[in-house]
């Protein structure tokens, strides 16, 4: 009952968000955003009797009245507010979004090679709608409540388009920072990535919270990889206690290509990934690497999916979790090897260590294999840190804190490891360092 | 420099040290030998800290302080250091960050500024060559990979970085030929000097003409039944244990109240 009432909130407030438009509403998008109003109208949000979202359970989530970001106030802010939150020290080309709306005034694009497209959703909209009208909202279907709530009022989120046989070198960085004075704000970027043909390009995306206040964003990100294409797509998201994250990424990766997928999780209130990746022709490569750490109540869920669909084709995927205190990790790697997909290389890994006894994760493989000739493998470990290892550390002079430590970033150093930008390695495991001596200060409290 | 009394502990609830008493002075060498299982490594273990050792009489002053006051991390940046009988593998550290961190730790304990990266280069650089390591050894994870010997000459490289005032050797000549013995003892008798001290556990005699100890101990059950100058290592080689068993023997029939 609890759930069809957030249905009608955000049935309501799309009137107002339509108003907003501005001439707008003739456009391909808005057809696809009544569809998708209509079946926000009819889904519901899912319920841990949902086996894919059994482990998590977001009421919590449904409990507040968002605001869309499109029509609830967004804060200004300025380019040196928002350097603390970059990636530095590498080119990059930068798109800023505050509450998954595109900041033109911060971003900074630079020169990008000829015909390439680094831009904000709406403004494509406006400007040259033909060149995703064949696209948008054709990888990702609507399954439930949350991918309805996202088509139903998408307005920006990241573009980037590059045409066949171009090469981008500097990576594209993309800061999605929500932030608001009064309202509960719900962000809703609504991101496609085109590689085309003998292709490759480099998207980092950096997803961060200003301030402390309670936000909820809710993301579909699209992905088509062309033929001999490279596409490595990071995603770092580090958020306040309050925040509540999910996103859906679809991939579709066509002959000779390779899809990188790198997802960094520091913890939020709720935040929930589901990454799909379909091979749609042979000799395609798909790495998935993934690393969460979380602390507190947190609670990180990751579902993976590769659709082994054709023959020749490999994936390789590592996901590592460090969880302590109350927090709770999921993880559901699925992975399906059609019937044609003869010749299939699949591997998955997924370790987890609890630093406390409370901290708790729901680890599960899920391979379904209807091909002969393959080779599949899939484990899954949950530990603790090592007791002797952290007395040989500190036996050599170095203070507890620091020894657990150093034995958790070694951990996780695989997964970091695969991380191609330098600096960009260097400072996610910085990042972890801070998020562990974080958890240090709170645990003497 | 190191000054035990009456030491008793228990693992796992059953006592393996039964009141041991040692003094070390500075400049000394000594040499601890018994057979397996008589609690040696216990001995080390206790002494640098290791928390499944639980001390339950007797205690230990490490230069005037009291040893059991101090965690292992502060007893290793008071000059304590042991290279374990099985150095641990720790896959995804390497061996420049490790020493670095340690070394920095206890720089800043005693008052002193970090070593510059070339400083720090150099001085591994100097030392790897003493012990005849690979420089590449340096990028690579700590102990992974490494032959039983190399992890003994590692402990060893360990402790000539770090500078210890006091030297626990648990069995580093175990598993090493002749030539890496020559080499580990070379090291040791490098950085032996009259301001330091060593606790040489082994049960070999050989070790011993390379590392010459001024004193002998014998443990047997948790207890020194023995001790003398290095010349009992001799007559141990040669005799084995049994005829000090044996004195024991009487001696606890003779007290029986000691036990
Ligand atoms: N971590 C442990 N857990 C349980 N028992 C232990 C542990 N460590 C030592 N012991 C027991 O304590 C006793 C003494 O062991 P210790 O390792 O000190 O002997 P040692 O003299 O070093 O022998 P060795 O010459 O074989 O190295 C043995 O009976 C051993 O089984
Ligand atoms: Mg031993």
């Known amino acids: 009952m609890e759930h069809k009432n957030v249905n009608e909130w955000y049935v309501a407030k799309f009137k107002s968000f339509e108003d907003k438009l501005n001439g707008q509403s003739k456009s391909f998008l808005h057809e696809i955003r009544k569809n998708a109003l209509n079946s926000l109208a009819e889904l519901s949000f899912p319920t841990n009797r949902n086996e894919e979202w059994k482990c998590t359970n977001v009421a919590p989530i449904l409990k507040h ?44 694009i630079g020169n990008l090679p000829k015909g390439v497209v680094v831009d904000g959703l709406n403004r494509i909209i406006k400007n040259n709608p033909d060149s995703i009208s064949k696209y948008i909202n054709n990888l990702s279907k609507i399954d439930n409540a949350f991918n309805a709530l996202n088509t139903a009022y998408s307005y920006d989120g990241l573009v980037v388009i590059v045409p066949d046989g171009t090469i981008l070198e500097k990576p594209i960085q993309v800061l999605y920072l929500n932030s608001s004075k009064d309202d509960l704000v719900l962000s809703l970027p609504r991101n496609l990535i085109i590689a085309g043909k003998n292709s490759q390009v480099s998207v980092i995306t950096n997803y961060r919270g200003y301030g402390d206040k309670t936000y909820f964003s809710n993301i579909i990100t699209e992905i088509y990889i062309g033929e001999n294409a490279i596409v490595n797509f990071y995603k770092i998201q580090n958020e306040n206690d309050g925040s509540y994250h999910i996103e859906k990424v679809q991939a579709i990766q066509k002959k000779n290509s390779v899809f990188n997928h790198y997802n960094i999780n520091f913890g939020g209130a709720i935040v929930r990934n589901d990454i799909n990746t379909l091979h749609d022709d042979q000799n395609i490569e798909t790495h998935y690497y993934g690393l969460y750490l979380a602390h507190g109540k ?6 993976t999916f590769i659709d082994h669909a054709k023959p020749n084709c490999m994936s390789n995927e590592l996901y590592k979790g460090i969880l302590d205190d109350n927090s709770r990790g999921v993880f559901n790697g699925k992975i399906i090897v059609r019937r044609d997909a003869q010749k299939t290389n699949a591997y998955q890994q997924n370790k987890t260590i609890l630093l406390s006894k409370t901290a708790t994760i729901d680890t599960k493989p899920q391979l379904e ?14 530990g603790h840190l090592d ?59 | 420099m190191l000054s035990i009394k009456n030491l008793h502990a228990n693992v796992d609830g ?12 500075t400049g000394e060498v000594h040499a601890i030998m018994g057979p397996n299982g008589s609690g040696k490594s216990t001995l080390a273990n206790v002494l640098t800290g290791n928390k499944n050792y639980e001390v339950t009489n007797g205690n230990v002053l490490f230069e005037e302080k009291d040893l059991f006051d101090m965690d292992p991390e502060t007893r290793a940046r008071e000059g304590m250091f042991l290279a374990f009988q099985y150095p641990i593998e720790i896959p995804g550290i390497s061996n420049a960050t490790f ?59 360990q402790m000539l970085i770090l500078e210890p005032k006091f030297v626990l050797l648990d069995e580093t000549d175990s598993g090493l030929d002749i030539d890496a013995l020559r080499i580990v003892s070379n090291g ?21 003409n390379y590392i010459q100890p001024d004193f002998v101990h014998v443990l047997y059950k948790g207890k020194i039944i023995k001790s ?14 049994d005829w000090i068993k044996t004195e024991e023997f009487e001696t606890e029939n003779a007290w029986p109240e000691s036990e």
């Open chain 2, 99 to 157: 020493l670095k961190t340690a070394l920095n730790e206890i720089r800043k304990y005693n008052k002193l500024p970090e070593l510059t990266p070339t400083e720090f280069l150099d001085r591994i650089k100097d030392k790897a060559k003493v012990l005849g390591l690979d420089d590449t050894l340096i990028s690579r994870a700590v102990n992974v990979g490494f032959s039983g010997g190399e992890k003994k000459r590692n402990e060893i490289f």
């Open chain 2, 14 to 25: 059953k006592e393996i040290l039964k009141g041991i008493n040692l003094e070390i002075k």
């Open chain 1, 369 to 382: 294999i209807f091909a002969d000739d393959v080779k599949c493998s899939h484990g899954a470990t949950v």
């Open chain 1, 387 to 445: 007791d002797t290892s952290e007395f040989y550390i500190r036996s050599r002079g170095v203070p507890q804190e620091l020894a657990k430590s150093m034995l958790i970033r070694a951990f996780a150093n695989d997964v970091i490891d695969t991380v191609k930008i330098e600096p960009l390695k260097e400072q996610i495991n910085h990042m972890i360092f801070e998020h562990l001596h974080r958890v240090e200060i709170e645990n003497e409290q």
């Open chain 1, 65 to 108: 009245n968002f605001i869309p970001a499109m029509i609830s106030t967004v804060p200004k802010f300025q380019q040196d507010e928002i350097k603390p939150f970059l990636f530095k020290d590498f080119d990059y080309h930068l798109m800023v979004f505050v509450n998954g709306l595109f900041a033109e005034e911060l971003s900074e």
């Open chain 2, 228 to 241: 003398g100058g290095k010349e009992l290592a001799l007559e141990l080689e040669e005799k084995g244990y």
């Open chain 1, 298 to 303: 947190q609670h990180v869920d990751n579902h």
């Open chain 2, 188 to 208: 040791v008798n490098i950085y032996r000097n009259p301001n330091n001290a060593f606790l040489v556990v082994t049960h070999y005699q050989r070790l011993l």
